[in-house]
């Protein structure tokens, strides 16, 4: 097993195990990763590529609530990357607000961003010499997919103007339901997430590196979205599963949201230097 790319340890313990995977935990800083026996997910296709083009409306209310975190921050349009864009939703919204948009997508869903006028990288982030630097750098259920995450946001702090932030969003494996569903918590997906953060390892993560914590918040449910009432009409009138599954669930989201335990996180750092 590969030493710990936090604090270099090789001990771990084992927490949650299936039949080609097992989540560990690290004894000295605990961050979590994801240990197989197969071979990683190829994202060449990634299998939400398809459902980001279909929901666009649907994940454009989510995304909002990542870039009014943001702009809390920095309120004056400048420049801003997203780190796995897919086909561009997210900067959309930047874009509409007066912001040079940047992404970086190694699916085919980048071609779709760039028609609608987004500067993409067709790569993956670790192979792309950029020549500038931005105000705002965004990693949205990213950071959880890729091999080193540390060596991620090192490389996003050299890309930051001074003052400027990097906001990540990602999985919380500290939530309530991860809690109380174990293996079976449905943002597990242990073949696909290589690193399981909480909000201790994911803020060392970013101090590591040198960044400032100017922010946390967590989301459950109709918390992730920035408009709830929209999403209730769109499940209502169009996906009423999803709506059935909106009402069953909205009591877990109050008890998760009065907790601080949502199942997904973000992390806000800034770069004082």
């Given at each position: 097993?590969?030493?710990?790319?936090?604090?270099?340890?090789?001990?771990?313990?084992?927490?949650?195990?299936?039949?080609?995977?097992?989540?560990?935990?690290?004894?000295?800083?605990?961050?979590?990763?994801?240990?197989r026996?197969?071979?990683?997910?190829?994202?060449?296709?990634?299998?939400?590529?398809?459902?980001?083009?279909?929901?666009?409306?649907?994940?454009?209310?989510?995304?909002?609530?990542r870039?009014?975190?943001?702009?809390?921050?920095?309120?004056?349009?400048?420049?801003?990357?997203?780190?796995?864009?897919?086909?561009?939703t997210?900067?959309?919204?930047?874009?509409?607000?007066?912001?040079?948009?940047?992404?970086?997508?190694?699916?085919?869903?980048a071609?779709?961003a760039?028609?609608?006028?987004?500067?993409?990288?067709?790569?993956?982030?670790?192979?792309?010499?950029?020549?500038?630097?931005?105000?705002?750098?965004?990693?949205?259920?990213?950071?959880?997919h890729?091999?080193d995450?540390?060596?991620?946001?090192?490389?996003?702090?050299?890309l930051?103007?001074?003052?400027?932030?990097?906001?990540?969003?990602?999985?919380?494996?500290?939530?309530?339901?991860?809690?109380?569903?174990?293996?079976?918590?449905?943002h597990?997906l242990?073949?696909?997430h290589?690193?399981?953060?909480?909000?201790?390892?994911?803020?060392?993560?970013?101090?590591?590196?040198?960044?400032?914590?100017?922010?946390?918040?967590?989301?459950?449910?109709?918390?992730?979205?920035?408009?709830?009432?929209q999403?209730?009409?769109?499940?209502?009138?169009?996906?009423?599963?999803?709506?059935?599954?909106?009402?069953?669930?909205?009591?877990?989201?109050?008890?998760?949201?009065?907790?601080?335990r949502?199942?997904?996180?973000?992390?806000?750092?800034?770069?004082?230097?």
């Amino acid at each position: 097993m590969k030493k710990c790319i936090l604090c270099n340890s090789d001990k771990y313990k084992t927490l949650l195990q299936g039949k080609n995977w097992q989540i560990v935990k690290c004894n000295k800083c605990e961050l979590v990763k994801t240990e197989r026996n197969i071979e990683n997910a190829s994202y060449d296709f990634y299998h939400r590529d398809e459902t980001y083009k279909k929901l666009e409306s649907h994940f454009k209310n989510i995304f909002q609530t990542r870039v009014n975190l943001a702009k809390k921050h920095i309120e004056t349009p400048g420049k801003v990357l997203d780190v796995g864009c897919s086909n561009g939703t997210m900067l959309d919204i930047f874009k509409s607000d007066g912001w040079e948009t940047w992404g970086v997508e190694p699916s085919e869903n980048a071609e779709i961003a760039i028609d609608k006028g987004h500067k993409v990288f067709q790569t993956l982030f670790e192979k792309v010499n950029f020549t500038g630097k931005f105000n705002i750098i965004i990693m949205n259920h990213t950071l959880e997919h890729l091999e080193d995450p540390l060596s991620v946001v090192k490389k996003a702090y050299s890309l930051l103007e001074k003052d400027g932030i990097l906001l990540v969003d990602v999985p919380n494996f500290d939530s309530l339901s991860s809690r109380l569903m174990g293996k079976y918590w449905p943002h597990l997906l242990p073949l696909e997430h290589n690193f399981q953060f909480t909000r201790k390892t994911l803020e060392k993560t970013f101090e590591k590196v040198g960044f400032s914590i100017v922010d946390y918040k967590t989301r459950s449910g109709i918390f992730e979205f920035a408009n709830p009432v929209q999403e209730v009409k769109e499940s209502l009138f169009g996906m009423k599963k999803r709506f059935i599954s909106r009402v069953i669930n909205f009591p877990y989201d109050i008890l998760a949201m009065l907790l601080n335990r949502g199942d997904s996180m973000s992390v806000v750092g800034r770069r004082v230097k």
